[in-house]
Structure formats: C-alpha cells, structure tokens
Nanobody, 112 residues
Framework: VQLQASGGGLVQAGGSLRLSCTAS????????MGWHRQAPGKQREMVAS?????GTTYADFVQGRFTISRDKNTIYLQMNSLKPEDTAVYYC?????????WGKGTQVTVSS
C-alpha cells in the first residue's frame, strides 16, 4: 500500500490547515485510517482515526479543534485553532483494526 499525504506547512497560532492522505496500491483492508503525529523528542501519538467498524476517535488534546473525515480511501484532517504544541510531523496510517502501514509524513509547524 502507498500512502500519500499532503497539506502540511507553516501557519501562525490560531490558523488552520487541512491534511489529506490517499491510500493506493494493493492492500488488504483500509477499515482503519488515521492520523498520528510525532514531535521532536517525543513518541508518536494518535491524533484522530476513522474506522468503518467503529467510527471516529480523537485524542484528548484535540479538544474539538480537529475533524477527521473520509471519502473511500482518502482521509482528511481539518485542523483549526492550531497551537504551537501541534507542531509535529503528521503521519497517515491504514490498517484493519489499527495502524499497520504508514506514509512518509507531512510537516506541520505552528508559530507563536
């Protein structure tokens, strides 16, 4: 499976970005699709996910600021009210019940 993410960039605090990711190629299941992020010196963490079998899930730190959506094998992450602490590389992932295959990531930088 190939995962192509786009939409990252530099934005001021309070601004918005929309990430997108399309899965292509031969793959077993895209029941689960999601976004995870990794900031420098920190572990990768789940941001949001959407599963055909169990719906959407958000990390506590999202606090209503982000919205994940899905159209077939493409997922989007609308990020509003961005904070400097949201700065990270954002990774798209796909799997059956959880993350299995990962994209290369897209950098999101939020300046204060």
């Amino acid at each position: 499976v190939q995962l192509q993410a786009s939409g990252g960039g530099l934005v001021q605090a309070g601004g918005s970005l929309r990430l997108s990711c399309t899965a292509s190629g031969k793959f077993f299941s895209t029941n689960y699709m999601g976004w995870h992020r990794q900031a420098p010196g920190k572990q990768r963490e789940m941001v949001a996910s959407v599963s055909i079998s169990s719906g959407t899930t958000y990390a506590d730190f999202v606090q209503g600021r982000f919205t994940i959506s899905r159209d077939k094998n493409t997922i989007y992450l609308q990020m509003n009210s961005l904070k400097p602490e949201d700065t990270a590389v954002y990774y798209c992932t796909v799997g059956v019940l959880g993350p299995r295959d990962w994209g290369k990531g897209t950098q999101v930088t939020v300046s204060s």
